[in-house]
């Protein structure tokens, strides 16, 4: 029986025992020894996540060659390698079952060319996609739970930075100007370009040293972390452990100014106006047979 091996590893894998490119090889090769199946050919992919089939180009290569009949059986270290997702793994399944491939897993000792089997890589397929969004779900809740205790998810805003014991404190230079264009702003005699400009010439640009547009100077004056609050899914969820940079007076005053500036729609053309009423004359019918 000619036979392909299927190895995978992903980025945070690569480093932890037994998931080696190598090992899973050397299961591949030695299980398709003891079984008498000729290996045809093993396909890689090094650093590629489980959890979706996209950009896996050794594992589209081996659906495509399946497809033309190079091999019979499809044989990897666990099933998780081929996919970690329950639809993509079946999707997968059914390809090869439809071009005559069965699958054979080596730890879970699984081979689809049985009915058994089949079932069994069902509900083992089932299982490993209900530990990933297990996973996921925990570290949802273990990002809740830091916005909770007041710290600030993801990249931090324009104006702070961390100090040698990673706590977030206010930026020395660039937090004074953040101020500086919540006071600008609030005095009303500025707008959101202005401010653009006002940003350039001190030297207020963005995390990567790009100009600040309105749209920029926009989100910046909305951002209620500046303020010394902490925020989720675009929800305040509390008071955060860093310093605010303007107090909430201002930063309500700011809004409430936005708020006040944002321009109204234009009224509704009003309707036409009738033209001067035009009166016809009645023409008297001709008698009939007189011109």
């Known amino acids: 029986m000619k036979a392909a091996g299927y190895i995978r590893v992903s980025t ?62 499809v044989v990897f270290l666990k099933l998780d390698r081929l ?65 909770r205790q007041g710290e600030i ?14 706590a977030v404190v206010a930026d020395p230079v660039i937090g004074p100007l953040v101020r500086a264009a919540y006071e600008r702003y609030n005095t009303g005699a500025h707008s959101l370009l202005d401010l653009a400009i006002w940003a350039a010439d001190v030297g207020l640009r963005s995390n990567e040293g790009n100009p600040l547009d309105r749209v920029s100077i926009r989100k910046l004056l909305c951002n209620i972390t500046y303020a010394g609050m902490v925020t989720h899914h675009g929800k305040v969820v509390g008071k955060g452990k860093h310093p605010a940079i303007v107090d909430s007076a201002l930063f309500a005053a700011v809004q409430e100014t936005m708020h006040s500036r944002k321009r109204e729609p234009p009224p509704p053309p009003p309707p036409p106006r009738p033209g001067p009423a035009f009166r016809t004359r009645a023409v008297p019918a001709l008698r009939r047979g007189v011109l």
């Open 12 to 73: 945070a894998e690569q480093a932890r025992e037994g998931y080696g490119l190598a090992a899973q090889e050397q299961a591949v090769r030695s299980f398709c020894q003891a079984h008498g199946w000729d290996l045809t050919e093993i396909y890689s992919d090094a650093g590629r996540s489980g959890s979706s089939i996209q950009q896996r180009e050794s594992l589209s290569r081996l659906l495509e060659d399946a497809q033309a009949g190079a091999f019979e059986r």
């Open 83 to 147: 996919a970690r997702n329950l639809r993509d793994l079946l999707g997968i399944c059914d390809g090869l079952e439809e071009a005559a491939v069965g699958i054979v897993s080596i730890q879970e000792s699984i081979d689809t060319g049985t009915a058994t089997g089949r079932m069994i890589r069902s509900v083992l397929g089932a299982l490993s996609e209900f530990e990933r969004d297990t996973i996921i779900g925990r570290i949802k809740d273990a990002l809740a739970e830091k916005a």
């Open 153 to 166: 998810l993801g990249r931090l805003p324009l104006g702070y930075m961390r100090d040698e014991d990673g």
